[in-house]
């Protein structure tokens, strides 16, 4: 291997490595600029979880809202991270435990003023949520379990819309919506031979774009799961768990 690519080889696993959860832990209880703005973005990407889970244990729909928020408003406040131990490295179960031990405190004040205070630390869709949740006790599904069903929801949905995004930056936008549902199964019946002359191109290009949309799929997945945990050696492990909630 010549000098230029072992050095562009070391670039790329370091850019593996510098993952935002990564940099956020790394942090530690001096916690920086950069990595509030880290733990910013994740919470934003994966608050309906919390959310959700929050929905399972409190019935009234205002006041799990309130406490979401107001969970959100110090998590990003003060600095939680710096409790992160090596047992919770990856940021779902570190936000979940975050989330009960604050849940915990909250039940034991007196709630005679509204959470939160009014701010509103990250945007929080709760009407956009509520539509989509299906929270229900006959379901038979523990709090932790909606939890980790709406995690990988979340995750999928993060990487369709970066795969989308991908598609639309190159002027390819309807290649996307005829072919994306083979990705998920969710094609309703339609085949590959349809949707090729919807885009005036042969079966076989429109497989081939397909194929190349799977591989991107998958790496995308792994590039979103990798923002999560504390490291590459993680991101195996943390796929085979997520989609085993999606069976539940």
Known sequence: ???TNRTS?????AQFTTTCWSVVLSAGRNSSPDSKRALASLCETYWRPLYAYVR???PD???????TQAFFAELLEKNYVGSATPERGRFRAFLLAALKHFLSKQWEKAKAQKRGGGRASIS?????ADSSLRIEPASGLTAEQIYDQQWAIALLGQIME????????????????ELKGFLVGDHAGTTYAQAAARLNMT??????VGSRMRRRYRELLREEIAQTVAGPDEVDEEIRKLFATLEL
């Open 1 to 3: 291997m010549s000098k």
């Open 9 to 13: 080889a070391r670039s790329g696993a």
């Open 56 to 58: 399972r244990r409190v």
């Open 61 to 67: 729909v205002s006041e799990a809202q309130d406490l």
């Open 124 to 128: 929080l869709d709760f009407e956009s």
């Open 162 to 177: 970066r795969l989308k995004s991908e598609f639309d930056r190159t002027g390819k936008a309807k290649r996307f919506d």
């Open 203 to 208: 079966e076989a290009a429109a497989k081939k």
